[in-house]
């Protein structure tokens, strides 16, 4: 049995009446709806919780050993 899951939350009014949907509702393949209306379905889950694409970046805020900073003065008169 294959699920499909809904893209956004709207009322659809489709020839079986109307049905609300909620974003990422879960949906087997093979309703009614589904096959009306596949442009309303996608077989990713839109929100995935805990799923991480990248691991975040964290600036230092100290100097590595061997690194040098560079620091730019003002300028007098400025």
């Given amino acids: 049995m294959a699920f499909v899951f809904a893209r956004g939350s709207c009322v659809v009014a489709w020839t079986g009446g109307q049905t609300v949907l ?4 879960v949906w087997d393949a093979d309703a009614e709806l589904v096959q009306a209306r596949p442009d309303l ?7 995935v919780h805990g799923r991480r694409d990248a691991a975040p970046q ?3 805020a100290t100097r590595a050993p ?12 400025s």
Avoid at 22 to 25: A, I, N, S, V
Wanted: no cysteine; hydrophobic share 10%; net charge positive.
């Fill in 66 to 77: 061997g690194q040098q900073r560079i620091r730019q003065r003002p300028r007098k008169g």
């Fill in 41 to 47: 379905f996608t077989d990713e889950p839109p929100k």
């Fill in 22 to 25: 909620t974003e990422g509702q």
């Fill in 58 to 60: 964290v600036e230092t």
